[in-house]
């Protein structure tokens, strides 16, 4: 417990290496607690090793098989990777145990966009930005998915919402009480 609890203190002050031997010392002495391996995925996405990203997340799943935020999160990485249908495949599980979850449709539209489905994808980005219209990291998105439908006007109003910043404003977020 104390190898982790150190390591969450060098995660939150970004010194990443120290966090990991931490972690993964928490992680050898408690191999059952979910929480190693969900940090040590955190820790390498900030750190761009997704692959080892994925490692850690997909053993969370074998530990905690509903886990809604590791999903959400392995999805994401997924798509990152390039890995579409094995991000489908997780986001679908994370849209069963949390249907109106802006994020999983946030991530599912992403994906949809990446395999160029552009109906699927503006659909999904609809529904994500349903709930918070200010969520300027959607508009992007789906203004391309317009534009891959060839709807230019609904192409141009989204990236007018974007006001030029494709990050900053209202984000999509997920219930993670791990990491607050």
């Known amino acids: 417990e ?7 203190l060098f995660m939150a002050a970004k010194h990443l290496d120290m966090a990991e031997r931490c972690f993964r010392n928490a992680q050898m002495l408690a191999p059952h607690d979910f929480r190693w391996p969900y940090y040590l ?3 390498f996405i900030s750190s761009g090793e997704l692959t080892k990203a994925v490692e850690h997340f997909e053993r969370v799943l074998r ?17 990152e990777l390039g890995q579409l249908p094995a991000a489908d495949a997780v986001l679908t599980k994370a849209l069963a145990l949390g249907p109106d979850s802006t994020a999983v449709l946030y991530q599912l539209g992403r ?17 994500a930005l349903k709930p918070n219209p200010a969520a300027t990291v959607i ?29 900053s404003g209202a984000t999509v977020t997920i219930p993670d009480p791990l990491m607050a």
């Open 2 to 8: 104390a190898h982790g609890e150190l390591g969450k």
């Open 41 to 43: 995925g955190h820790l």
């Open 63 to 79: 530990l905690r098989p509903i886990d809604f935020a590791t999903r959400v999160w392995l999805g994401y990485v997924y798509i």
């Open 111 to 127: 994906a949809s966009l990446a395999k160029q489905d552009y109906a699927t994808a503006a659909r999904q980005l609809e529904a």
């Open 139 to 167: 508009h992007y998105p789906l203004a391309m998915a317009y534009r891959g439908l060839g709807d230019m006007e609904k192409a141009q109003l989204n990236l007018d919402r974007t006001k030029g910043r494709l990050v």
